[in-house]
């Protein structure tokens, strides 16, 4: 399809599904396994200073990752292969996990993981925008990120319910909690197949070949002030899994760790839902209104409101 047959009538194509499908699939992996790691940590009897320091760092990975993917891309002209790897190591980072005695094997996985996240998700953006019209970028990428985000939802709440059986049955035991978390590496594996199958790259002139230095000299002003922004942001956001090690730690006094546990799992499963509500909507009202920087800032002012409340609940 050349870039003059796009039009906004034919924005929900097979590679816009293709990428819905692939991120559900990829999030009911590993946010499933995110639910379940608190836990897990807790088992081996890791303190969670350890699970701040894992997430610390496999986020680290995942934004240098992130910084070099895109001009990889372009030297290679090529960017589908690169995704489905990324996506494949997400999901196998879950077996490692899974076989972990202590943190060493933990921060490996997760390190690896993320790693893929971060080598996947700037050539998956840039694959979606190739594929769609410009006046229609915010429903494509807001249904992308409802199907994202309902695996995000499906997942924790599968391994929440599951993990609560097998406490009710006394199967809440190291053993079953590691094919639990081995369990969690089938879907990320479907993702990286069902992106390679379901999403086609459109054939592109590869640009002029620029040093890695040189091409981020070359980068607009106001996108480098936008990555300032973003950067900022970034410096005081929190993992989603300490999130569920506050919940868990703020109930466990009056509801004993194993319901306080699942609370807080099913907490981060509200999280979820709202995100997914909103997600479509947002990316409609930014077609149709045209003022990204307002919206995009007031999205950011709302994700302030929670890191200030979890001060003040644990003063």
Request: hydrophobic share 50%; proline share 4%.
């Amino acid at each position: 399809m050349k870039p003059t047959e796009l039009t906004s009538k034919g924005w929900l194509n097979r590679t816009v599904w293709g990428m819905a499908i692939t991120s559900f699939l990829s999030d009911l992996g590993h946010e499933a396994q995110s639910t379940l790691l608190p836990g897990f940590m807790a088992a081996l009897g890791l303190p969670p200073v350890a699970l701040g320091a894992v997430e610390g760092l496999a986020d680290a990975s995942a934004s240098f990752m992130k910084l070099a993917a895109g001009w990889f891309s372009d030297r290679i002209g090529r960017r589908k292969g690169l995704v489905v790897g990324g996506y494949l190591a997400t999901g196998l980072a879950s077996g490692f996990i899974a076989m972990a005695a202590g943190w060493p094997l933990i921060l490996f996985g997760k390190f690896f993981g993320w790693l893929g996240r971060g080598l996947r998700g700037p050539l998956r953006d840039a694959l979606l925008t190739d594929s769609i019209p410009a006046d229609a970028r915010g429903r494509a990428f807001g249904f992308h990120r409802a199907g994202d985000t309902l695996g995000a939802i499906l997942g924790p709440l599968a391994a929440v319910l599951i993990l609560g059986w097998g406490a009710s049955h006394g199967l809440a035991t190291m053993s079953f909690q590691r094919s639990l978390m081995a369990w969690t590496l089938v879907p990320g594996v479907l993702a990286g197949l069902a992106f390679a199958f379901l999403v086609k790259e459109r054939a592109r002139t590869r640009p002029k070949i620029l040093s890695f230095h040189h091409a981020l000299a070359q980068m607009p002003g106001t996108f480098r002030s936008y990555l300032t922004g973003v950067g900022i942001f970034g410096a005081g956001d929190y993992a989603h899994t300490l999130l569920i090690l506050a919940a868990t730690q703020l109930l466990m006094s009056t509801h004993g760790l194993a319901r306080a546990a699942t609370f807080g799992g099913l907490l981060y499963v509200l999280h979820n839902v709202i995100y997914a509500l909103s997600a479509f909507p947002v990316g409609a009202i930014a077609d149709r209104f045209k003022n990204h920087r307002r919206i995009l800032g007031l999205g950011y002012g709302i994700s302030v409101i929670v890191p200030l409340l979890l001060m003040v609940a644990f003063r």
